[in-house]
């Protein structure tokens, strides 16, 4: 694969094709030169190339950089001695002419670098947030658990959207969750908010407690954060509590409801106005509380981060997933994460600009067995 294509693969800043290069130095030249022979003006236009080999270096690479240096000086010897200029002043336009391509190219090469050790930096965050959650599918005596996850490497940070299945004495306990910011620091509260919740999943009776427990992880995160300066994070989080009854608990701290496909119809479940994000609860004086939901048998759960909800096409519309789902919901793809997933980059027709994290839950056939009547 040649350089251009690891790059554009890459997905690093500005780049320049090279059959595009080609024809962009043929053209400008071309053109500028054409203008100066035919207007026979006495303010000459050809030593305008002398910027062309800047134009470059913020664009493409240091190979491309000094092609365009050594192209103006060859062209602006050859139309100054066409031009039957002065010696001296060939050789004065020439030397700037040489210069100016000289700091172009070191700065064409400075700018690679520091692509290149963002990109690192990029990768290396990117691979650390994939090792703070386990990789899918997981699977518990109550559910399996199915999805998508793909930390955005593009943006300037990577950001914190996480995801945690844990089980627990009274059934399988499920967090997806979205931390305020970007980069490391926002992994940090993520990595807090999955250890906090792996440990309060399994000893909390209720959900509200682990909710809690939640919420003083991150208020004590952000009480570090005031000290070393950095910014206060709040933490968007829907937690669940799959057991052996049809229905569902959640709570709902500032994030998507999940939505329930079954018997070919795909709706949002409602659960009531949502909770303040973890975090903030110091700031209102409505407790949190667990809503019930129906998960019948044979459905499936969709739960996301705003990764998706908030995708944008071309236009500016947003992600229609409720439609999508109802399309689908007649024949869910064994793949539903990773189809809707497709569906939504086809949509976007761009890379993600926002981490995306889907998780799909059905239930386990000795999950199902319960809810089947005995002959």
């Not at 997905?11 to 595009?20: A, K, R, S």
């Not at 709706?267 to 019930?292: D, I, Y």
């Not at 990764?307 to 539903?336: H, I, K, M, N, S």
Request: with cysteine.
């Amino acid at each position: 694969m040649t350089e251009d294509g690891r790059r554009r693969r890459r997905g690093d800043g500005p780049h320049l094709w090279t059959p595009v290069f080609v024809a962009g130095l043929l053209l400008v030249t071309g053109v500028v030169i054409a203008l100066d022979v035919t207007t026979g003006t006495a303010v000459r236009l050809f030593p305008l190339l002398i910027f062309l080999p800047a134009i470059v270096s913020g664009l493409g690479e240091v190979w491309q950089t000094v092609v365009a240096s050594v192209w103006v000086v060859v062209v602006e010897v050859i139309t100054g001695i066409h031009l039957r200029g002065e010696t001296d002043d060939i050789l004065l336009a020439t030397g700037f002419t040489a210069l100016f391509g000289v700091l172009s190219v070191l700065g064409c090469r400075y700018r690679v670098r520091r692509e290149e050790e963002v990109h690192r930096l990029r990768s290396a965050a990117a691979a650390l947030q994939r090792l703070i959650v386990r990789p899918l599918p997981l699977r518990t005596a109550d559910v399996v658990v199915d999805g998508l996850y793909q930390p955005v490497e593009e943006d300037t940070m990577v950001g914190g959207d996480m995801y945690e299945v844990a089980p627990s004495r009274r059934g399988t306990r499920v967090l997806i969750a979205d931390v305020q910011g970007k980069g490391l620091p926002a992994i940090g509260t993520a990595l807090a908010v999955l250890g906090s919740f792996r440990e309060a999943a399994y000893r909390e009776e209720t959900l509200t407690g682990v909710v809690a427990a939640l919420e003083n992880t991150v208020v004590r995160q952000n009480t570090f954060a005031s000290m070393t300066g950095e910014p206060e994070r709040l933490v968007t989080a829907l937690v669940l509590d799959i057991g052996k009854e049809p229905g569902v608990e959640a709570v709902n701290c500032g994030h998507i409801a999940p939505y329930v496909i079954h018997d070919g119809d795909a709706h949002q479940a409602n659960l009531g106005e949502a909770a303040v994000p973890l975090g903030l609860a110091s700031l209102t004086q409505t407790p949190r509380r667990g809503v019930r939901f129906a998960f019948p048998p044979g459905a499936t759960l969709l739960l996301c981060t705003d990764g998706v909800t908030e995708a944008r096409d071309p236009d500016g519309a947003f992600y229609p997933l409720e439609e999508r789902l109802r399309a689908w919901a007649l024949d869910p793809p064994a793949g539903l994460a990773r189809t809707l997933g497709a569906d939504l980059r086809e949509f976007t027709r761009a890379a993600p600009r926002d981490d995306i994290a889907v998780l799909t839950l059905r239930r386990t056939e000795t999950s199902l067995r319960l809810f089947r009547p005995t002959s």
